[in-house]
């Protein structure tokens, strides 16, 4: 019962890590029934809710999810926070590359003011912010265990 708490339900960082995860794991599996398994890198003009699609994001989306699930399962949180707040980093400078227009039929984003960019942003913001959250309990958790 302990190492359970000490998982996923321990630590919000883990939990978030873990329902973003297991979200992101459904998007890419969804994701092929509209892109199919063919034009990996191409503009589809697929879209998800809203969210253009192709292969590759379809794959993207799916090595997100294991890892963030992956993660969200590690005895220690600070791994999973390092993950979330390195991760939420990556996302920035994929909401920057497509707000300029530099990610191009790669993603299958479409322009300047795509869903997916403002997605991209929330996501990165969202990831540094659960990161973040209780940054201190593992240091509280070593002060009361002793070294």
Partial sequence: MTRLRETAL???AQLGAL???VLYLGVGLVGFLFTGFTGWVVD???DLLGFDLNGFHNIVHLGIGAILIGVSIVREPTITQGVLIGGGL???LAAALGFTGNL???LSIDGLFASDN???LGSGLGAILFGLLGGDV???RLKVQGP
Avoid: K, N, Q
Wanted: proline letters at 5%; glycine letters at 14%; zero cysteines.
């Fill in 90 to 92: 990556v996302y920035l």
């Fill in 19 to 21: 329902v973003v995860g």
């Fill in 138 to 140: 593992a240091r509280r």
């Fill in 118 to 120: 403002f997605l991209h």
């Fill in 10 to 12: 321990g630590h919000p």
């Fill in 44 to 46: 589809t003009r697929e």
């Fill in 104 to 106: 191009g039929s790669l």
